[in-house]
């Protein structure tokens, strides 16, 4: 495999990714496939349909528009899926982005996944120069956990963090709150996560993909969440910054970190760093607009030159911030595209 520092330089490289409205993209997400040994009921279909492999984007692909964006000014690399770490011979691209963390521009690469395949690889990971990952975990209950994943055993994500903790990673649990689903958990999650010294985030639903849950029945506001939480404990504010959206508080009786993403009832457009790569190749400048440009082709059928074209044009064409309305009257998803096509 190529590694990063052998590649030629982008013709911009060393120019920032300043979009019109003045603000730096520092920060990629990958999505390295579309599939997933889960079915998360608010992120795919039951019966979902893949993409066939010519479509997706090679290693050498991804490590070169990787590295197009790091000599563009992007510092933090985030891996996602699907299931980032069922894809075949992940490791090997996660290494050959590791190397890049030294001295090369990259200050972090991380790691969004479900936790079923940390058990194999976590070692590996910190090798690769993986220090933190994000775990979704939306239930600690065996039974419902299998009903919200369609087929996970919870099980081996348990075991999974116990030995990622144990390599040494840093976790950050992230919980989907759904009302009527695990809107009961939310305490029992926290004291789980905070007792094991993990970070916990709270995400609000989000309507991307025709999915097995009711949106509207299941959509749980932050800020009703964290009311009824700061009723029972106390929330201190802190600076806190990870390069995603989450904003941070410190449970005072745990000691533990609490973080509430809410690109429903409060979006965090104003600061947004960050686009995300699909499995295809394809640049979304928002999760929640369709506006794309088409990496992988451009990359493809021009070389570097159109790839570094195709980066300036994307810079044009994002967005301000999304449009999520979620309500009877706006109850269709708000892009088609399922959440594990872009990685979330």
Same mark, same amino acid.
Do not use: W
């Given at each position: 495999?190529?590694?990063?520092?052998?590649?030629?330089?982008?013709?911009?490289?060393?120019?920032?990714?300043?979009?019109?409205?003045?603000?730096?993209?520092?920060?990629?997400?990958?999505?390295?496939?579309?599939?997933?040994?889960?079915?998360?009921?608010?992120?795919?279909?039951?019966?979902?349909?893949?993409?066939?492999?010519?479509?997706?984007?090679?290693?050498?692909?991804?490590?070169?528009?990787?590295?197009?964006?790091?000599? =563009?000014?992007?510092?933090?690399?985030?891996?996602?899926?699907?299931?980032?770490?069922?894809?075949?011979?992940?490791?090997?691209?996660?290494?050959?982005?590791?190397?890049?963390?030294?001295?090369?521009?990259?200050?972090?690469?991380?790691?969004?996944?479900?936790?079923?395949?940390?058990?194999?690889?976590?070692?590996?990971?910190?090798?690769?120069?993986?220090?933190?990952?994000?775990?979704?975990?939306?239930?600690?209950?065996?039974?419902?956990?299998?009903?919200?994943?369609?087929?996970?055993?919870?099980?081996?994500?348990?075991?999974?963090?116990?030995?990622?903790?144990?390599?040494?990673?840093?976790?950050?649990?992230?919980?989907?709150?759904?009302?009527?689903?695990?809107?009961?958990?939310?305490?029992?999650?926290?004291?789980?996560?905070?007792?094991?010294?993990?970070?916990?985030?709270?995400?609000?639903?989000?309507?991307?993909?025709?999915?097995?849950?009711?949106?509207?029945?299941?959509?749980?506001?932050?800020?009703?969440?964290?009311?009824?939480?700061?009723?029972?404990?106390?929330?201190?504010?802190?600076?806190?910054?990870?390069?995603?959206?989450?904003?941070?508080?410190?449970?005072?009786?745990?000691?533990?970190?609490?973080?509430?993403?809410?690109?429903?009832?409060?979006?965090?457009?104003?600061?947004?760093?960050?686009?995300?790569?699909?499995?295809?190749?394809?640049?979304?400048?928002?999760?929640?607009?369709?506006?794309?440009?088409?990496?992988?082709?451009?990359?493809?059928?021009?070389?570097?030159?159109?790839?570094?074209?195709?980066?300036?044009?994307?810079?044009?064409?994002?967005?301000?911030?999304?449009?999520?309305?979620?309500?009877?009257?706006?109850?269709?998803?708000?892009?088609? =595209?399922?959440?594990?096509?872009?990685?979330?």
């Amino acid at each position: 495999m190529t590694h990063l520092a052998s590649r030629p330089a982008l013709p911009s490289a060393g120019r920032p990714l300043v979009d019109r409205y003045g603000r730096h993209v520092t920060y990629l997400r990958i999505s390295v496939t579309d599939r997933c040994d889960f079915r998360c009921v608010y992120c795919m279909a039951e019966n979902m349909t893949f993409l066939p492999k010519r479509e997706i984007l090679s290693f050498e692909e991804i490590e070169t528009i990787a590295e197009a964006f790091v000599s =563009r000014g992007v510092t933090k690399l985030r891996l996602t899926g699907g299931e980032p770490l069922v894809r075949r011979d992940i490791m090997d691209l996660v290494r050959s982005l590791g190397r890049h963390l030294k001295g090369g521009g990259l200050k972090e690469l991380t790691v969004t996944t479900n936790g079923s395949q940390l058990a194999r690889y976590a070692e590996e990971l910190v090798e690769a120069g993986v220090r933190r990952i994000n775990v979704s975990l939306d239930t600690l209950d065996a039974e419902r956990f299998t009903a919200i994943t369609r087929r996970g055993r919870i099980a081996d994500v348990l075991g999974g963090i116990e030995a990622a903790q144990a390599a040494g990673l840093e976790i950050k649990i992230n919980m989907v709150a759904m009302r009527g689903v695990n809107e009961d958990e939310i305490e029992p999650m926290m004291a789980f996560a905070h007792g094991r010294g993990m970070g916990l985030t709270l995400i609000e639903g989000m309507p991307l993909g025709e999915v097995g849950i009711d949106r509207v029945e299941s959509y749980l506001p932050l800020k009703e969440l964290r009311d009824r939480l700061a009723a029972r404990y106390t929330l201190e504010k802190i600076d806190k910054r990870t390069g995603g959206p989450a904003r941070y508080v410190r449970v005072a009786e745990t000691g533990g970190v609490l973080g509430f993403i809410t690109p429903m009832s409060h979006n965090f457009c104003e600061s947004c760093n960050r686009v995300r790569l699909t499995a295809t190749g394809q640049l979304f400048m928002c999760l929640g607009q369709d506006d794309q440009v088409n990496l992988r082709d451009a990359l493809r059928e021009g070389g570097l030159d159109a790839l570094d074209a195709a980066l300036e044009h994307a810079m044009i064409l994002k967005p301000k911030g999304h449009d999520f309305v979620l309500d009877r009257e706006h109850a269709e998803p708000a892009v088609m =595209r399922h959440m594990s096509v872009t990685g979330g």
